[in-house]
């Protein structure tokens, strides 16, 4: 920690080092940080837990939940992936809408002349999310960098525009209209605490860029590829590629524990958030420069 904090006074002083080696220490800082123990334990957890801590944080019947996981952690080999989506069907009902990423493997993404064929391709979200893309009924989402899947009453609404957006996080996404959906939850199932794995946070950055000059840096180049609907249609789209290396719990610690709901069920580590407090206090947060970056050094200068 000692090593870690003078490192950051370091880096706060402008022409201090190269900017190549600050890089390489950045990023060297952040796969340090990001490393997590606890999450190389196998868990015990069990489906009445995951349950009474869904229950606990205020999901409900009407909720809509996006569903982050990690099937590494969370395979207890008390249930399989099906009895888990049937559970979270039945925590939220038929009036609520589960949400998961359904974004391709980096592997194709990264293929030449890859087609994303909405029905076919398989989800780089994990096994459970890649079940639920299978799921009857489920609807997918046209991006070829952050797809995702929902089935419920707001599924159309989340997934019909993705492909419309510029850049993947904006109000064409579903990441963004999950914040105007009234009862809408962020949800991780063993991919950490203190917003590890929180993908909606990347809409900060993408609105930001409007009015920002360092938030337009994290975003360069421009992607473009073709897509087949699941109706058998093609069409083409193109967005923005985000770089940068970042560190999401950076600004965890802005959040309450009664916004931010953690706990470590049986050495699987839980967390939920509704999604719109969390984007809020996010972009409230990132206009003062208070950003889960690490590269480009969000240096104070470019938040005046």
């Not at 399989?80 to 998961?100: D, Q, R």
């Not at 076919?120 to 799921?135: C, E, I, K, Q, V």
């Not at 019909?160 to 957006?165: C, G, K």
């Not at 991780?188 to 900060?204: D, E, K, Q, S």
Request: proline share 6%; with cysteine; glycine share 8%.
């Amino acid at each position: 920690m000692a090593i870690t904090n003078k490192l950051k006074r370091i880096l706060r002083k402008p022409g201090t080092l190269p900017s190549s080696i600050v890089k390489v220490v950045c990023d060297k800082l952040h796969r340090y940080r990001w490393s997590s123990p606890t999450l190389k334990i196998p868990s015990d957890v069990t489906l009445p837990e995951i349950e009474n801590f869904l229950i606990r944080a205020g999901i409900a019947k009407g909720s809509t939940l996006f569903l982050h996981s990690s099937w590494q952690h969370l395979n207890s080999g008390h249930f399989t992936p099906a009895g888990l989506i049937k559970l979270l069907l039945s925590i939220i009902g038929e009036e609520g809408t589960l949400v998961m990423p359904a974004f391709p493997p980096s592997i194709l993404q990264l293929k030449p002349g890859f087609v994303f064929d909405v029905k076919r391709t398989p989800s780089g979200g994990g096994l459970l999310a890649d079940s639920f893309r299978r799921y009857a009924g489920v609807r997918r989402s046209i991006n070829l960098n952050h797809s995702v899947c929902a089935l419920g009453p707001q599924a159309d609404y989340l997934t019909r525009d993705h492909h419309l957006s510029n850049k993947s996080w904006d109000e064409f996404s579903p990441y963004y209209r999950l914040r105007e959906i009234e009862d809408s939850w962020t949800v991780g199932l063993g991919v950490g605490h203190r917003l590890r794995i929180a993908t909606v946070l990347h809409c900060v950055e993408t609105i930001l860029s409007r009015e920002n000059a360092y938030y337009r840096k994290l975003f360069k180049d421009e992607v473009c590829y073709e897509y087949k609907t699941i109706e058998g249609e093609t069409g083409r789209h193109c967005y923005t590629r985000r770089i940068g290396q970042l560190y999401p719990p950076k600004i965890a610690k802005y959040f309450s524990s009664e916004e931010l709901v953690e706990d470590t069920l049986q050495g699987l580590e839980a967390y939920a958030i509704r999604t719109r407090t969390l984007l809020d206090r996010a972009i409230e947060l990132g206009r003062k420069g208070k950003t889960m970056y690490v590269w480009p050094i969000p240096w104070p200068w470019y938040f005046r």
